[in-house]
């Protein structure tokens, strides 16, 4: 008997798994092919190179105070040096490093907490749907960066990864609320309901089932909460509560802050750094906007037609190809 | 009436969820921060204030901690914040009260501001679609929007400050005026005032223009709008009360989305210019590891934009008739 | 001629010529093509095609609300003797409404979700007699009301504590607030259950005969409209390929073969076995259209001669008809 259902689930299973293949294809090369996309995934993916090749590019040890300090850029000192005599340009290197992978990290972290919450009470429903989502709402309205400032003045001069890690888990709410709306739209799909009565377990229906069919979302997710870790972290740094050794750009602004680099004029040293932060932002968003219009192909032709306002059927058919 | 009352049960469970965080945050952390901290303050703070801490920071052993937590929660409940002792013996309250004024007035004026003319500049944009403003608007946005507003007032700082000495470069007012409400003092916070507002500004503004114009389209294409067209309502009704107050729904939701991240912003800016606000306050506290301090901020911080979203969410109620009888927006 | 009372009416809805086309990136996509029809004072005239044949195109050249890449290439469209595209803005914003009016396809959709019906139906009043005290508005809007059985209280609602047939009530009632001359109604009941949909229709029939206005009657369903417009104009890719009087639906008479094929999807229920026929194929895409007559790779009849010209329209026994077979020397051949 199980065995009969399980083969009709595999029946089932069969020719959506292969529409999904020849869809994620299509997404990714409508991604690439979306000009904004691809704007956005070259300069990411330059900075993403100096952030690998960091000790091959930076020139010098970003904590040797070895050169004359405050010097404006050179070619010696492409960003100048700091008030003690640091090349600016080897830290924003090894900045580019670590403010990345916090980042990255954090956004892989918190997706990943996202996920497993949103679609756990999505999938359940009931009470455990009721708490998980009341947490998930408060966690939405609390103050995030009141609540990172608080947890850091326990923690004192924590290290960026550590900084990564409590961004992930303070800033999953608005991704498992998300993750929640699509699973629940896909809770009663058949081949849902059909792995359900096989008896397959929650894990597996959310890896196998549902995450095939929300992988633009978890991409969109997972892009804009690089996006606000990347913000928080420099934030912190920027505030002083991240270990004042660390490297990333945000203790570069930092420095730059205590230095009194506005006071002494030295705009090398506070300028490199945020414009990074704010072209890493771009192309986060402008990635993000790409995959907002993958995931939501309705909403892209629903403008369209309402433009042409009375637009029918066949008309509007041809108006999308 | 069961919409009023579904948020405001939201509003109380959250505002406990917040001090409840407060209470645990200490007790949860490794290598017990607080004992080091108590040992490093042994005889540098009289003797009840060291144990008015200890009750805080859950170091009193003598009780079990849920009773600990029900007089934690009760004094938080009454008002009882403790005292801050980096400003011994002045209690946390009385720091909150002198610093929150400043915080409400730069971040809610600037951010009202934004809004108004966010709003109608959003309404305008999408009514003369094709216009000029259309075409840069989305560039201007995203540029605004990825620019760290920390960083953007370091900017400011240092060309109207330092470079110029257009504006003061810290401060909510000068030396030279008495507080109080008279012309000099007043001049004196405007301009003071006025690069920290301009970064809340343009950090904001951009994001409310082009949201609305957004929506603005949208709704300009429903049929109820073109229905109200053809039974011939005039153009200023037809783009106010039909199609912009539709608009304004979600964006109205966006800013429960959006607050948390303003007020994050806020606790830079106020860095950036020594602005003696709430945030500016938490950030110096933190410094000098005043405990009461660090923990009444946050409090008032999450209290407030608690608060903050229950008004949204009243205004959204009156908005749409829809929500009241839903029960819900979140 | 069955029609020939209508020769004593004075025409409300005068269409000549009409062409609207969509510009795309490429091209005008014309969605409705070369368009004559006539509406008489106190007439009901169906307007029946498939989805994406251009009725709603039509129905809001009529109105002046195209919006966005749809523009009026040719033609006119003359409303109670007036050519509504000669008026200016201010005086087409009084004149929408007054002399004629619109019923939109989904109600939900038509109405203002966060205004009360009161609201709705008083500022229409007002817009065009901004005279009037609002009492005076208040008790129109009552008696609009009233007239399409919806109880007064409702005028507190907003749409969305209605139901689907009272929210369209509502709007019909919107419609007639200014005893419009003609009364446009695009699909009006096709959102509802049958059973509402019956009584609706009942409704407008019983509130035309009483307010005496002249409705265009757009729906893709064909008996429905059969059943309730004396007069039925049938559309295809863009073009009226035939008018006639609607009891000549019934046997006996010839049709255009498209309109055959829709009277054959009707089941009849008279007939010992119900039948129902559809039309082999689909509408065609506007940006291809067929060469010479649009229906022809559908059309059982079709010959070289409708694969390459586009048919004129002939006079028939009961109207027009815009088909080769009916040219009349070569009529014989085909039958």
Known sequence: MSSRIAAKVQEAAGPLDRQDKVRRRSIFSAFIRDPKALTGLIIFSVFVLVGIFAPLIAPYDPHASTFMPSQPPSWQHLFGTTNTGQDIFSQFVWGTRTSLSVGVGAAVVSTLIAFLIGVYAGLKGGWVDAVLNALCNIFLVLPGLALLILIESYLKNTTPVLNGLIIALTGWAWGARVFRSVTLSLANRDFVLAAKLSGAGSLRIMFAEILPNMVSIIAGNLIYSCLGAILAESGLAYLGFEDVASDSWGTILMWAQNGAALMIGAWWWFVPPGLAIALVCTSLTLMNFAVDQIANPRLRVKRRARKTHVLEGGLQHAAQS | MRYVLNRLLFLVVSIWAAITLNFILPRLMPGNPAAIMMAKFQGRMPPQALHALEIEMGMASDKPMIVQYFDYLRSMVTGHLGLSYTFYPTPV????????????????????????????????????????????????????QSIPGFWLGLILLYFAGFLHNWFPTAHAYGDDVTPGFNGRFILSVLYHGFLPFLVVFLGSVSGWIVGMRNNMIMTLGEDYVVFAEAKGIPTRRLIFAYAARNALLPQVTSIAIALSTIIGGQILIEQVFSYPGIGYQLTNAVTSEDYPLIQGMFLIIAVATLVINFIVDMIYGRLDPRARRRGATS | MPHNHNALRRPVLEIEDLSVGYETPNSLVHAVSDVNLT???????????????????????????????????????????????????????????????????????????VMTVETQIVDTLLAHQPDWSRERALARARELLELVRIDAKHLKSYPHELSGGMRQRVVIAIAIALQPDLVIMDEPTTALDVVVQRSILDEIREIQQREKFAILFISHDFSLVAELASRVAIMYAGRIVEVTDSETLADGYRHHPYTEGLIRAIPHLTAEQVVIEGIPGNPPNLMELPSGCAFHPRCPYATEECRQARPPQYPSEHGLIECHLFKPQREAQHV
């Open chain 2, 93 to 144: 309250s009385a720091i909150i009260r002198q610093s929150l004024p400043w915080t409400i007035g730069l971040l809610g004026v600037a951010w009202l501001v934004a809004v108004v003319l966010g709003t109608l500049a959003g309404i305008w944009i999408a009514w003369r679609r094709g216009s000029k403003a259309d075409a840069i608007l989305p560039i201007g946005t995203m540029f605004f």
């Open chain 3, 39 to 113: 509406v008489h004072e106190q007439e009901i005239l169906g307007l029946v095609g498939e989805s994406g044949s251009g009725k709603s195109t039509l129905a809001f050249a009529v109105m002046r609300l195209l919006k966005g890449d749809a523009v009026v290439t040719k033609g006119r469209v003359r409303v109670a003797g007036q050519d509504v595209y000669a008026l200016t803005p201010a005086e087409l914003r009084s004149f929408r409404w007054k002399k004629m009016s619109m019923v939109f396809q989904s109600a939900m959709n038509a109405l203002n979700p």
